[in-house]
């Protein structure tokens, strides 16, 4: 091949490649804003309610996103970004959109598609969880909702996801907190009276008695969620301490020693917010009650009733 | 070769998926609907016919030595341009035929046509015969996507791409009666064997005198 056709052949590719990219450029300046309004056609609505006061949106291609979470990246014009981003839910695949202003604030949340447990994980998609989040910066821990712990988990690693990307993004230093969730303080649910049924007709078993001056702390064994529902393994009983002030009828404190309940959900009624009602209460009083927690009904009237077996010793 | 034989040959005897066997990439892949057979389809005639054109109006000034990087060129444009355009007219065609639109640069049949037939003749047989071996796929895949729609969903329908009008919805077998696999890769292949061999069937019916020793 001699040097006249080699030049040849080089011109010929150069100008038949040229030719190529020539015209795919003008296709594509026809059909370039078409498929951005088809892209974001879909979302507009969404998109409207995270940044009311934009009207140019434009999807962002071409992310880097290692957890799969993100679904697609908008670019609210000079007002922020919004993340569509999906993370498996209790039963079924959360979706959610999540819009950062350029100053890093979660400006709108709006969930999607959410199908989880009524009453539970769908609390994700009402008002107070929305709340919760709207306001925090992208470096800001997330509160998860309690009773539906693994569909609020859920949406907070969608979200974080989607600040993770923004953070890198704008090259905002995350120093990790985020990442640390406030544990879910549980919610109470109805009043139980001491002199009630539920309360006082099973008895529990003390095995052991400790007194000190006024004060006497019962170790009490108190049939749980494991050993009433059955079915399980291992069910064991649950134990507490009982301390009660033995001229007063008061109860000085309620401690957990062992629980045997489910991890996740029995071992809720170990809260302050749980526990803490007992204290003060007398022993004897018709009217004396306390709350239960909600969606933790059987571990809780476990250690009422390990309280009330205390009654008259 | 009259215009007619050309094009039957590519529907039937030469018939480039069941025949040739070539381009099966696609054909298995999506057809899963006759809607995204048909929309394939049109874009495999498309492509396959203006390359065909514009390759052999070329055919005697391209370089020997570079042929084949430019029918590369020239298909993979043509491509582009046809995934650019279904982006932005027929978005829901487009996310159902995924990223068999990209592949139909590497599909054989176009490869195949430019350095058979369209290289060495001229503008207009080249354009007949781009068509006809598009009909080809078409009757290859629609066949295909037929049956396999059919015993899938118990039903066939088929909408307009550009404005979502649905030309008919029809359901022929009671729910209870169909056949999830063929939605299935594994039904792609049944059907396909069982359509290649009936063509085999018809192409030896023809010939069965001359096949005596064979």
């Known amino acids: 091949m001699n040097n006249k056709k080699i030049i040849h052949i080089t011109l010929f590719l150069a100008i038949i490649a040229s030719l190529s990219g020539g015209l795919l450029s003008f296709v594509n300046s026809l059909t370039a804003p078409i498929i951005n309004e088809n892209a974001i056609a879909a979302e507009k609505v969404t998109l409207k309610l995270l940044f009311p006061n934009t009207d140019e949106f434009a999807p962002v291609t071409g992310f880097e996103d290692e957890t799969g979470a993100i679904l697609s990246i908008f670019e609210a014009k000079g007002a922020g970004l919004a993340y569509k981003v999906s993370r498996m839910g209790y039963a079924n695949p959360i979706v959610m959109m999540v819009g950062i202003s350029n100053d890093g604030k979660i400006v709108g949340f709006e969930v999607l598609e959410l199908a989880d447990t009524p009453g539970y994980g769908m609390k994700v998609g009402e008002a107070p969880f929305k709340n919760s989040i709207i306001g925090k910066s992208t470096t800001d821990g997330l509160d998860l909702i309690s009773g539906s712990t693994i569909s609020s988990m859920a949406a ?6 989607a600040r993770a990307h923004f953070n890198n993004f704008k090259g905002i230093d995350d120093d990790g907190s985020g990442s640390v969730v406030t544990p879910p303080v549980p919610e109470l649910g109805r009043t139980i009276l001491f002199s009630s049924d539920e309360a006082t007709s099973v008895t529990t078993v003390v095995t052991n008695e400790v007194v000190n001056g006024d004060e006497k702390t019962f170790t009490v064994e108190s049939n749980g969620y494991s050993v009433l529902e059955g079915g399980y393994a291992d069910a064991k009983p649950n134990v507490f301490n009982v301390t009660i002030n033995t001229v007063t009828k008061v109860i000085v404190k309620v401690e957990v020693v062992e629980m045997n309940d489910t991890k996740g959900i029995g071992d809720k009624v170990e809260h302050e917010v749980f526990l803490s009602q007992f204290v003060g209460l007398e022993l004897e009083d018709e009217n004396s009650s306390v709350d ?3 969606g933790v009904t059987r571990t809780s009237i476990s250690v009422i009733r390990a309280v009330m077996t205390t009654r008259g010793k | 070769m009259s215009l007619f034989k050309n094009l039957s040959n590519g529907m039937i005897k030469e018939n ?4 040739l066997y070539l381009g099966l990439c696609s054909v298995l892949a999506v057809s899963n609907t006759i809607n995204n057979a048909l ?3 049109v874009a495999v005639i498309i492509v396959l016919t203006v390359s065909n054109v514009i390759i052999a109006a070329m055919r005697k000034v391209i370089p020997y030595e570079i042929r084949i990087p430019v029918y590369i060129v020239v298909i993979a444009t043509l491509v582009k341009i046809v995934e650019m355009l279904m982006q932005a007219y027929t978005p829901e065609l487009f996310t159902a035929l995924g990223v068999f639109i990209p ?4 599909n054989c049949i176009i490869l195949g046509r430019a350095e058979a037939y369209a290289s060495k003749n001229t503008v207009g047989a080249s354009f007949i015969d781009g068509i006809g071996m598009g009909l080809g796929y078409t009757v290859g895949i629609f066949l295909l996507a037929a049956i396999r729609q059919l015993l899938a969903t118990g ?9 979502q009008f649905v030309f008919f919805d029809i359901t022929i077998i009671p729910s209870e009666f169909t056949i999830p696999l063929f939605a299935q890769p594994a039904g792609a292949f049944i059907t396909f064997a069982v359509l290649a061999a009936l063509l085999e069937v018809y192409k030896q019916s023809g010939t069965k005198p001359a096949k005596k020793g064979a």
């Open chain 2, 103 to 106: 592949l139909i640069v590497v």
């Open chain 2, 16 to 19: 480039p998926v069941f025949a």
């Open chain 2, 155 to 163: 039903g066939l329908n088929l909408i307009n791409p550009f404005n």
């Open chain 1, 156 to 161: 907070i690693n969608a979200i974080n996801a």
């Open chain 1, 292 to 294: 239960i927690i909600s």
């Open chain 2, 39 to 41: 929309g394939m389809s």
